[in-house]
């Protein structure tokens, strides 16, 4: 018996160590860009003077669509701006190497230079590395990259991208980008085991998931201490780039300050029961806490086909019976 544990727990160590391999930790947060801007957000501050992110599909470099961002001349009254997945949650491992590239071209001016940024934060998603690298841009694509090896302390990175001349002064000009990866060793907490959930309440069923989203590395609150969008989502992004999963919300409150994306082939899977007349929520309760007051804003959970929501119940803490406030869309499917 003990020679069959022994086996056991070394094939384990095995698939962990095979499944933390390297690979393009872009590849399920559209680095490709054929999901258009999705995952991805231009921003100009303080106040946008006219530059954009658009998707063309006329001037790709890879597949079938690529990103156009236009500057326009900087009028002095720019703190930052450029085009980056900063809120996108890619996962690392600390101490491993990273190596971002992406595939860019310009027109609309001279001397125009990519300045590329590799990031990382920490698990509470404190900035605590950046690299930055300016390249010359021609008006034919060419592949450009930096490597930076993440901090101990790292968990998640991000990818930047910004337009300047050759003395790091902001230009107005047309850079494209296409096939933006960050190549590395993939963590290995993406690993996804089927397994019986325990719930709190009455079942008729036996539930069984893969991630349990108060877990690490996801480590959602559930006493609505804190928003929990960023570990939902994350784990939502993780599920569907392993070809789908259930994600259990064991019992509980989770805040919600933003909303999500439901993947497809993911469901999400609470601890729940008929409430009772007179009695309070019971089980698994999701409250969102944005949009209130904007009727037309993003749906708290915009599903995909092929997903699923079961056992849970969601809540407005802000809404009142007695002075009714518009909200976005619950779900939209
Ligand atoms: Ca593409």
């Not at 258009?36 to 954009?52: Q, T």
């Not at 326009?72 to 450029?82: C, F, T």
Request: hydrophobic share 40%; glycine share 10%.
């Amino acid at each position: 018996m003990k020679t069959i544990s022994t086996l056991i727990i070394i094939l384990l160590i095995g698939l962990s160590d095979l499944l933390a391999q390297n690979g393009n930790l872009l590849d399920p947060f559209n680095g490709d860009f054929e999901d258009g801007l999705d995952r991805w957000r231009f921003f100009e501050v303080p106040a946008n003077i006219g530059s954009r992110a658009e998707v063309v599909t006329s001037d790709a470099a890879q597949g079938g669509k690529a990103v156009k961002i236009v500057f326009v001349p900087d009028d002095g009254s720019v703190a930052d701006r450029g085009f980056d997945n900063f809120d996108t949650n890619v996962p690392v491992i600390g101490g491993e190497n990273y190596t971002a590239s992406v595939q860019a071209k310009a027109s609309g001016g001279a001397n125009l230079h990519l300045w590329m940024t590799l990031g990382y934060f920490d698990h509470d998603r404190n900035v605590i590395d950046e690299i930055s690298t300016g390249f010359p841009l021609s008006g034919s694509y060419q592949t450009f990259s930096l490597q930076r090896e993440a901090p101990a302390a790292a968990a998640i990175c991000w990818i930047a991208f910004r337009l300047f001349d050759g003395n790091n002064n902001r230009i107005g000009g047309t850079l494209f980008l296409d096939d933006a990866r960050i190549t590395g060793k993939r963590p290995a907490q993406i690993v996804l085991v089927p397994r019986v959930m325990a719930t709190r309440l009455p079942s008729d069923d036996v539930p069984i998931a893969s991630i349990d989203i108060t877990e690490a590395p996801f480590g959602a609150k559930s006493d609505g201490s804190a928003d929990a969008a960023t570990a939902l989502q994350t784990a939502i992004d993780f599920a569907a780039a392993s070809g789908g999963a259930v994600i259990f919300i064991p019992a509980g409150r989770y805040r919600f300050d933003g909303g999500l994306l439901l993947r497809e082939k993911v469901i999400l899977r609470g601890d729940w029961q008929n409430p009772a007349a007179g009695s309070s929520e019971k089980g698994t309760v999701l409250m969102p806490y944005g949009g209130q007051g904007d009727a037309s804003g993003q749906p708290f959970i915009r599903m995909e086909r092929g997903s699923g929501i079961k056992n849970m119940t969601i809540w407005y803490p802000n809404q009142r019976a007695s002075s009714v406030s518009p909200y976005p869309w619950t779900i939209q499917c």
